[in-house]
């Protein structure tokens, strides 16, 4: 998700702001082109935002699995994290071989699992004070 924002987010608006030096001969018109995609660009992620924030208080609300899913899956990485690392070249033991595509989905889900949280403190928070 966060490669997907960083993309759009950096080389798509500067394509577009870039674009914009060809389709407007006024420095004016130039402006305003470029903060009417800002802004839309501003709405979206505000939707985006509104739509996750949405997921986590859906998983709150549901049965102690839905709420507790992300850190039973972040300790089952940290335990093969910890056997391949420390246990196994320890005590001699067969060590798996780890393929990128562990490592990718560990850093996306440790990514998810510190927005998730961060969610959740911020909703809490936010429900205390209504």
């Not at 950096?10 to 394509?15: A, F, H, L, N």
């Not at 402006?31 to 208080?57: F, P, R, S, W, Y």
């Not at 927005?115 to 209504?130: A, P």
């Amino acid at each position: 998700m966060k490669k997907i924002v960083e993309w759009f987010g950096g080389s798509v608006i500067k394509d577009l702001l870039g674009g914009l030096d060809n389709l407007f001969t006024s420095k004016e018109e130039k402006i305003k082109a470029e903060n009417v995609i800002k802004q839309i660009l501003i709405e979206k992620e505000l939707e985006l935002q509104k739509m996750q924030t949405d997921i986590i208080i859906a998983e709150a609300k549901g049965n102690w699995l839905q709420r507790s899913w992300r850190p039973i899956l972040m300790l089952a990485f940290g335990f093969i994290v910890i056997y391949v690392k420390f246990i196994a070249p320890l005590f001699n033991l067969r060590i798996p071989e780890l393929e990128n595509e562990f490592w990718n989905l560990l850093q996306l889900g440790i990514g998810g699992y510190v927005i998730g949280r961060t969610g959740e403190k911020m909703m809490k928070d936010y429900v205390q004070k209504k």
